[in-house]
């Protein structure tokens, strides 16, 4: 039987649903492994049962946690659709600042009509099973997870630093280079097959952290390089703000 | 030891032009920035590099490429792999012919001692496959690469053996030592001529003034060799580790830029068809997380330190232990990759000096 | 690149099919498989075999039948991830990869003339069984055979129907002990260790073959070591994380040694001096 696969968007640039769109060879061969794409909106009714459900998107509104709990009740398996949804993305930059006068800044007078709360991602509101970490997500690691989740296996999700993968490619360290750059490479988790470095430029963190990350010694290679320490802490916390272990980024 | 035969540097270049008409010749190329890496180069003029370092990845990515496919699959119904039908499953071996071109000692020894290990019991095919085909023509340094290179205190700037020739700068000549067959058939195509007794005269200066040069290097380890494997052996509990582990980022870049590091993992890929796939090895390096996590979520060396103790292990006491030596080569990779300056010189000598060493 | 057209076996799983399967508890299930090349496996007690789902990956499982059972070879699996899970749904016909025999097993020679005790906890009945099995095959090679089987709680009882027969069996003193369990139970309660006082030994010249979880190795050894068999008579195996079996991924080092190579059955002194 084939499995019945939903796409959800809620708080993202939609970036990571027009990823899998633009995968068009590939596509033919995902439409025919699987039994109905409905691409849409969260906010309208969730109106059946999936196996999967792709989730696109960060929780920063109040009716989005109960959209996304009935969500969860309906689909077997939940996948969070890239950075926004699996660990915040740039969208908890907000969280750092006082949430009243965000509102007054961004919507002026309109604010009272936004149920803003912090920004988070889906896996503090709901259980998550897997994850498609990048911003915006790869084709391959979109195919990896797809065929693992056909296969019922647990995808391939590596659990170590960008460094690996951009030793693998044999970049010169931007950190070599001392061209005012600040990667965060030793501190991201991998998969993403060092993209950034492998152009020239540094890791931002977009995949969040790797487990038992060295915080104090990212920031203090980051001041080695000529940072203000402040400004190492908010780079760590550019896209990973939401994340617990933001708590130890000092 | 001085080598064999004298041949001009220009008729060495012609050589190693016409060499890479018919097959890859690699050799170190700068990178900008102050690094290198092994390329593909048309004729031996990066022989004359000034201010070298070690490459960026060592030459083992030739033999133990970072990613490889080790086994292609398929079923013969478009079934799925994982379904339980019957899966053809084929072996996958790329190799080609290629010069290495200016190999510096240190890795020719670490060449050496990776080719010890991965034939040790059961011969890795794929990587033979490569290292067979491969022409080692190495290069002798005559001078420390930089300060931080401890190739002297490993043993590393001189080798007997473990290349097919060996050059060392001899003005508008190279002296060549020959150190296989290969090498030896190499040097017949080429106008050469034995070493005179002046030569030799040349070669114990020559010789004296390396030694001078490579003095630093060689103190940068305060014990001895030999009786490394013993002082990492007996340092489970140092405080080394904690202070270093403290630091260390867990990155595994140290890892992963050694020639003596060689471990992998193995992951599977599928079609998005599910009918075939492939079986693929890529580097992996004991600092990481989950190298030694097993099922039921438990770790063996779960802490950064006890993963920083376990790689310096295996290069001392393991390999001693295995195959009789210390398994580095002093080339300093690990230290220049390292963002928080964990070198392993001063690990050992603060292991020695705890015990009570002299400094 | 003129790629050279070359042929390697080392990484390259042989297609098995299963010819027999039963749930032996709610989490483990027992396997009789065959090489489609019908090669005998000629394996040791206590070596392993790599069992491949392709496309999901590879584990380590030891042979649980003794080597003289020659139309095929037994395992036994626990389900806990993702080539596990999978092999949980396959079916009598259905074929699977096989790597090995791989690793040094159990060496019987030294237990000849003495008395072998067995102590198994959980699953490590799973190698043991090749080992205790060959014992029982010949039986004359040896003075006394004592068995000890700890587990959870009685429904994770591997073997029911051989555990009955050793119990039955006046040739093995056969002792079983659960964690924890209800009033019907007629044997043990307790950890394996609290077995020992029930048992005389001639430690001098008892041999024992211990398997389990690591933590049950350090009270077992405890034990042993009390009573006073030599470290050289006791025998373990050990489980690491594994991806090659020959030797070459480094992911199964402990001290020294590769675990899938000279191990993963040491003897105690060889375990002691990592
Ligand atoms: C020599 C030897 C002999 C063995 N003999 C047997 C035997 O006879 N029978 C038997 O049943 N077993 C045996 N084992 C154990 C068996 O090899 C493992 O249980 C098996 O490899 C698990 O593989 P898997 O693919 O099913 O699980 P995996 O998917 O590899 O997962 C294994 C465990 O690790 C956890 N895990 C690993 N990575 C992650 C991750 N990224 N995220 C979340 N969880 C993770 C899983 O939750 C699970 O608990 C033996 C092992 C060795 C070394
Ligand atoms: S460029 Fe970034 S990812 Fe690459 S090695 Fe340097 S710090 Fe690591
Ligand atoms: S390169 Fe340095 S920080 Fe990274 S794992 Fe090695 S020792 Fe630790
Ligand atoms: S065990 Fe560690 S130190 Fe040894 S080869 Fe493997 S990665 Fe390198
Ligand atoms: S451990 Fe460091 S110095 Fe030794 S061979 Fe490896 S990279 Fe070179
Ligand atoms: S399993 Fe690869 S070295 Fe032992």
Redesign the pocket.
Known sequence: MKPKVGFFSFTSCEGCQLQVLNMEEQLLDIAGAIDLVTFREAMDPIDSDYDIAFVEGSISRESEITVLREMRRKADVVVALGACAASGCVNAIKNRFDSEENLREVYGDAARYYDTIDARPIDQVVNVDFYLRTCPITREEFARLFTSLLLA??PY?P?FAVCVECRMEENVCVYDMDAGEFCMGPVTRAGCGALCPTYGSSCIGCRGFMDQANFDSMVQVMQDHGMAREDAVNRLKMFNAALPEAEEVK | MIGSKVVSKRAFDEMIQALAETSDVVAPVSRGYDRFSYREVKDASTLEVDGYIPTLNPPKKYFLPPEEVLVEFATEDEASVASGARVRAEPRIDACARVLLGVRTCDLKAIRQSDEAYKDTFEDDNYFARRNRATLIGLTCLEPCDEHAFCAAMGANDVEEGFDLLLTDWGDDWIVSVGSERGDDLLETLQSRAVTEDDRARWEVLQGKREEAFAPSAEKIVPDLDALPDLVGDSEDSAVWIENGDLCLGCGRCNLVCPTCFCFDVQDDVSLGLSSGERKRRWDGCTLL?FA?????ENFRSDRKDRLRHKLYHKTRSTFDRYGEVFCTGCARCFRTCLVDIYHPEMYNALHERLGGES | MNVAKESSALYVPEPAQIIDKEAMTEE?TWYHLRLESERSLDHDPGQ?VGVS?FG?????????SPPSMKDGFE?????????????RGLDIGDWVGIRGP??RGFDLEPAKGKDILFVAGG?GL??LRSVIKTALENRSDFRRVILFYGTRSPDTLLYEDEIAQWDADPDVEFHLTVDMTDDTWKHNVGVVTTLFPRVDFDPKDTVAYICGPDIMFRFVVQQTTRLGIPDENTFL??????KCGVGKCGH?QEGSVY??RE??CFSYAEVKAF
Not at chain 2, 293 to 297: E, I, M, P, T, Y
Not at chain 3, 56 to 64: D, K, L, M, N
Request: glycine share 10%; proline share 6%.
């Open positions: 296996r647990r999700d659990n | 989950e996590l097993v099922a039921g979520d | 483990e392993f789902v999901v990956g590879e584990a380590p499982i030891s042979v649980t395992l036994c699996i626990r389900h806990v991830g993702n080539v596990t899970d999978i092999l791989f690793g699953l799973v190698p195996s050990l489980e690491r994380r594994m199964c675990v899938c191990g993963p």
